[in-house]
T-cell receptor, first 111, second 116 residues
């Protein structure tokens, strides 16, 4: 059973386009994180959200935590080839608890 | 300076062999992990150690044995390798983020294991 569903699994777009990646669950999470993984490397933390409805911005990336803390989204504005990578959401049920990862969204941004 | 380093980066071996992957972190974190990433890029936790004590042991065959000689090191030994063990194995360490209480993971670059 996949506890965190990410969609879409694959996304191929042109430079300059906008996109949104979704991370959904039927469970309530204490916190949710987004990581980005490049080929041959380990995932790197982008953001942590903990409050229902919270919105965080990181340059062209906007992260939102759902009001009920069961889902999250990642929106990228004016995507660039450097945004290419595997985006992973990960949730924790309690403070300091283990992280459960979604299956990832592979993003390819073509020049 | 590499924060979480694991060796080797690539490992190709025959079925039935025994192999080890080593991991070291210089971040001063108390907790270390082993994750397995399969061919579909799904990242699944295998083990977690806090200050050398095993705290998470997911449903992993007992051919996999982690060892933590001190809190900066967590090694993974695999006996009698099988084809299905082929994957990328990631070591990670974590700290609790101040204010959020969330575990923030720092990953190594991964060790790609291919069993022939």
């Amino acid at each position: 059973t996949q506890l965190l569903e990410q969609s879409p699994q694959f996304l191929s777009i042109q430079e300059g386009e906008n996109l949104t990646v979704y991370c959904n669950s039927s469970s309530v999470f204490s916190s949710l994180q987004w990581y980005r993984q490049e080929p041959g490397e380990g995932p790197v933390l982008l953001v942590t959200v903990v409050t229902g409805g919270e919105v965080k911005k990181l340059k062209r990336l906007t992260f939102q935590f759902g009001d009920a803390r069961k889902d999250s989204s990642l929106h990228i504005t004016a995507a660039q080839p450097g945004d290419t990578g595997l985006y992973l959401c990960a949730g924790s049920y309690n403070q300091g608890g283990k992280l459960i990862f979604g299956q990832g969204t592979e993003l390819s941004v073509k020049p | 300076d590499t924060a979480v380093s694991q060796t080797p980066k690539y490992l190709v071996t025959q079925m039935g062999n025994d192999k080890s992957i080593k991991c070291e972190q210089n971040l001063g974190h108390d907790t270390m992990y082993w994750y397995k990433q399969d061919s579909k890029k799904f990242l699944k936790i295998m083990f977690s150690y806090n200050n050398k004590e095993l705290i998470i042991n997911e449903t992993v065959p007992n051919r996999f044995s982690p060892k933590s000689p001190d809190k900066a090191h967590l090694n993974l030994h695999i006996n009698s390798l099988e084809l299905g063990d082929s994957a990328v194995y990631f070591c990670a360490s974590s700290r609790l983020a101040g204010g959020t209480g969330a575990n923030v993971l720092t990953f190594g670059a991964g060790s790609r294991l291919t069993v022939l």
